[in-house]
């Protein structure tokens, strides 16, 4: 455990010297990922950085996770995030804990499990599709990775909006993408020129959000004019104060809708992409994965019903996960008051980000962290609960879990059952851009089973 002891004197935590003004602004040079794992390899468990004025206390180790976003919860706050230039105050973002809650608390009901299975249907139908889009390609190369944003795009939309927006998915894709790169290079950046400033990538951050929204917009306006749907729309819609008895502002509807449509579909996208990476270059463990869906579907459909006995399909989900956490660090929490962690000093204003990547790869808790290696979660003897989080921890943790693990381990079964999938491009090169993904997409062909 690295928690203070009072009989330690409290120090001041190592990281890298900062420069006048810019901080530490070029330990950013080669990526963040690559920042975040070098810190943790030189300075340990707990680290700072000088971004602009701001100090930044990187965490890697389960304890101070538990520390940060459960035991002292009520000390470290979220902080304002960057990613509300995208998300407004939906779920995510929100900073002020009374609306959260009320907002989590009206949500929270769409994502129990007995309602997520009853959607299982739609979930395999967007599987579906996607195989019959397929049919088409043949051997042509195509980038995979898009391909899974279409079909968490629809996933996500169906269940949730009951919308089919796959019109608009390629736009959308690269939209959300772009507006993502504008964030991750602005946390970098030592100084932050007011968004108003008329520079062009100001203006295209402005054209991107102005389309995300509008497109927002048109589907909630559509449903207003429509029949109910039983959906998480309708119950934002029909959503009303206890107090006041009033709905929800355009403002806020458009910030919740937003929210579960970006945050729903490009993490699990992403993370399959990296399953189909892993895949492609480990045979034996695609063999084994063949095996399992041969013996449970025999070359049927799999169902919401089968996904209990698809246990090696889950642990590969799950390694994946491990392995490439596409949320790789939560939202930044604010330390209100000078205090201490793991032993450190910090003060009051900075800010902590927990790295679930650290931490899912560190060595005390992962024998072999950069081997991928599914076997690795069955019977897992944990050490920390938190060593494996990719969807965070406390009361902030993850609407849409189980949403997730369902449709990827879905997923995974319809696609491998029908198709190999074999590698355009030799290696993947990661990239940080708020969320991980593989730089440039991943580029496939298919090869019929
Ligand atoms: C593999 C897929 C996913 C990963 C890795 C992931 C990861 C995370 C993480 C790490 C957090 C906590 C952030 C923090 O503490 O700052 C989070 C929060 C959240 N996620 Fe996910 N997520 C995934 C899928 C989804 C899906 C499918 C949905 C919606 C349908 C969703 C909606 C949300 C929301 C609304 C929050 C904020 C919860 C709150 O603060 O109350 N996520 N996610």
């Given at each position: 455990m690295t928690t203070v002891s009072l009989n330690q004197p409290i120090k001041t935590a190592p990281g890298p010297t900062p420069l006048p003004i810019i901080g530490n602004a070029?330990?950013?040079?080669?990526?963040v990922l690559e920042a975040m794992q070098r810190g943790h390899q030189m300075y340990g468990d707990v680290f700072q950085l000088k971004i602009g004025k701001r100090h930044v206390f990187v965490v890697s180790h389960p304890a101070l996770a538990q520390e940060v976003l459960i035991d002292r919860a009520a000390e470290f706050p979220k902080a304002q995030a960057i990613l509300r230039l995208i998300l407004g105050d939906g779920l995510v973002t929100n900073t002020d804990h009374t609306s959260w809650l009320t907002q989590r608390r009206m949500m929270q009901p769409m994502f129990h499990r007995q309602r997520l299975n009853a959607m299982g249907d739609k979930m395999v139908k967007a599987g579906e599709s996607l195989l019959e889009r397929w049919q088409e390609k043949d051997q042509t190369m195509f980038d995979l990775d898009?391909?899974?944003?279409?079909?968490?795009?629809?996933i996500i939309t169906q269940t949730m909006f009951s919308s089919d927006l796959r019109a608009e998915a390629s736009k959308l894709g690269h939209t959300l993408g772009d507006a993502l790169h504008f964030l991750q290079q602005r946390i970098q950046s030592p100084i932050q020129l007011p968004l108003e400033w008329k520079i062009p990538t100001h203006e295209k951050y402005r054209a991107n959000k102005a389309a995300l929204d509008n497109l927002i917009m048109s589907v909630i306006n559509e449903r207003r004019s429509t029949q109910?749907?039983?959906?998480?729309?309708?119950?934002?819609?029909?959503?009303?104060?206890?107090?006041?008895?009033?709905?929800?502002?355009?403002q806020q509807l458009l910030d919740e809708v937003i929210t579960i449509f970006g945050a729903?579909?490009?993490?699990?996208?992403?993370?399959?992409?990296f399953a189909w990476y892993a895949l492609a270059k480990h045979p034996q463990i695609l063999e084994k994965l063949h095996q399992e869906l041969d013996t449970v579907l025999a070359g049927r459909a799999p169902t919401i019903d089968d996904l209990a006995k698809l246990e090696y399909t889950k642990q590969i989900f799950e390694e994946t996960m491990r392995h490439y956490p596409t949320a790789p660090s939560t939202t930044p929490r604010l330390a209100l008051e000078n205090t201490t962690l793991g032993g450190y000093a910090v003060p009051k204003g900075a800010l902590i980000s927990v790295n679930i990547y650290n931490i899912q790869h560190h060595s005390e808790f992962w024998d072999n962290p950069n081997e991928f290696r599914p076997e690795r979660f069955q019977n897992r003897q944990e050490k920390h609960r938190l060593?494996?989080?990719?969807?965070?921890?406390g009361a902030r943790k993850c609407i849409g879990n189980?949403?997730?693990?369902?449709e990827g381990q879905l997923l995974l079964a319809q696609i491998a059952q029908k198709y190999n999938i074999i590698?355009?491009?030799?290696?993947?090169?990661?990239?940080?851009?708020?969320?991980?993904?593989?730089?440039?997409g991943l580029r496939v062909r298919l090869e019929k089973r």
């Amino acid at each position: 455990m690295t928690t203070v002891s009072l009989n330690q004197p409290i120090k001041t935590a190592p990281g890298p010297t900062p420069l006048p003004i810019i901080g530490n602004a070029l330990e950013f040079r080669q990526g963040v990922l690559e920042a975040m794992q070098r810190g943790h390899q030189m300075y340990g468990d707990v680290f700072q950085l000088k971004i602009g004025k701001r100090h930044v206390f990187v965490v890697s180790h389960p304890a101070l996770a538990q520390e940060v976003l459960i035991d002292r919860a009520a000390e470290f706050p979220k902080a304002q995030a960057i990613l509300r230039l995208i998300l407004g105050d939906g779920l995510v973002t929100n900073t002020d804990h009374t609306s959260w809650l009320t907002q989590r608390r009206m949500m929270q009901p769409m994502f129990h499990r007995q309602r997520l299975n009853a959607m299982g249907d739609k979930m395999v139908k967007a599987g579906e599709s996607l195989l019959e889009r397929w049919q088409e390609k043949d051997q042509t190369m195509f980038d995979l990775d898009f391909e899974m944003m279409q079909v968490t795009l629809d996933i996500i939309t169906q269940t949730m909006f009951s919308s089919d927006l796959r019109a608009e998915a390629s736009k959308l894709g690269h939209t959300l993408g772009d507006a993502l790169h504008f964030l991750q290079q602005r946390i970098q950046s030592p100084i932050q020129l007011p968004l108003e400033w008329k520079i062009p990538t100001h203006e295209k951050y402005r054209a991107n959000k102005a389309a995300l929204d509008n497109l927002i917009m048109s589907v909630i306006n559509e449903r207003r004019s429509t029949q109910p749907k039983d959906d998480l729309l309708d119950m934002l819609l029909e959503a009303r104060d206890a107090d006041t008895g009033e709905g929800m502002t355009d403002q806020q509807l458009l910030d919740e809708v937003i929210t579960i449509f970006g945050a729903g579909h490009e993490t699990t996208a992403h993370t399959l992409t990296f399953a189909w990476y892993a895949l492609a270059k480990h045979p034996q463990i695609l063999e084994k994965l063949h095996q399992e869906l041969d013996t449970v579907l025999a070359g049927r459909a799999p169902t919401i019903d089968d996904l209990a006995k698809l246990e090696y399909t889950k642990q590969i989900f799950e390694e994946t996960m491990r392995h490439y956490p596409t949320a790789p660090s939560t939202t930044p929490r604010l330390a209100l008051e000078n205090t201490t962690l793991g032993g450190y000093a910090v003060p009051k204003g900075a800010l902590i980000s927990v790295n679930i990547y650290n931490i899912q790869h560190h060595s005390e808790f992962w024998d072999n962290p950069n081997e991928f290696r599914p076997e690795r979660f069955q019977n897992r003897q944990e050490k920390h609960r938190l060593e494996f989080m990719p969807f965070g921890a406390g009361a902030r943790k993850c609407i849409g879990n189980n949403l997730a693990l369902m449709e990827g381990q879905l997923l995974l079964a319809q696609i491998a059952q029908k198709y190999n999938i074999i590698l355009e491009q030799p290696t993947m090169q990661l990239e940080q851009s708020i969320t991980l993904r593989a730089k440039g997409g991943l580029r496939v062909r298919l090869e019929k089973r």
